[in-house]
């Protein structure tokens, strides 16, 4: 007796793959492969990356580095006060060296620069200057005395106020200058 399989007919066919179909197979099981590769490999970075975020925010928060911080703050505040120090040290000697200025020597010197043809009446000391008044015969005298005094490299400007027709000698000029005084030395140039 001989067994039939009724259902055979119904059975699947096996088909067999083409070699471009295993090929592709192949391709895209690799792709899938180093995808996931991928993925993991970059989530391990970003993992490790949180890591040590979390501790650089440890290390800025302990209390050394606030000490730290806090010493450069107060050494900034104390650096800043003492450049004020220093700029009002600055002025102090400036004021006192042009108070200084002044002297004999320079009062000689204007007396140097003196045409014989023009007097001084009157000498007014200040802390920014000389105020001069004086006489003069004529108003080219009283030109060739702040000539005189430009050429002193000590003065650093003269200014003539005004020249007037003397009321008590006839023929004579007075006048009233400025002197700013300042620069290196009262020689000649």
Do not use: W
Not at 137 to 158: H, M
Request: without cysteine; hydrophobic residues 40%.
């Amino acid at each position: 007796m001989v067994d039939y399989n009724f259902f055979e007919g119904f059975k699947k066919q096996k088909v067999k793959k083409s070699t471009s179909v295993r090929l592709f197979n192949v391709v895209f099981l690799l792709l899938m492969i180093s995808l996931a590769t991928y993925v993991g490999f970059n989530y391990y970075q970003l993992n490790y990356q949180k890591v040590e975020l979390k501790e650089l925010n440890k290390a800025i928060a302990e209390a050394s580095s606030r000490d730290d911080i806090a010493r450069i703050n107060e050494k900034k505040i104390l650096l800043d006060e003492l450049e004020g120090i220093v700029s009002s040290m600055d002025a102090a000697a400036q004021a006192i060296s042009r108070s200084s200025i002044i002297s004999e020597d320079l009062l000689l010197t204007i007396t140097d620069a003196l045409p014989s043809d023009v007097s001084i009446s009157s000498v007014d000391i200040s802390e920014s200057g000389i105020v001069l008044s004086g006489t003069a015969i004529s108003k080219p005298a009283i030109a060739v005395f702040e000539y005189n005094l430009r050429r002193i490299s000590y003065f650093e400007s003269i200014f003539i106020h005004g020249i007037e027709t003397s009321s008590s000698d006839e023929g004579a000029y007075t006048f009233s200058m400025s002197i700013e005084v300042g620069g290196n030395s009262h020689e000649n140039e």
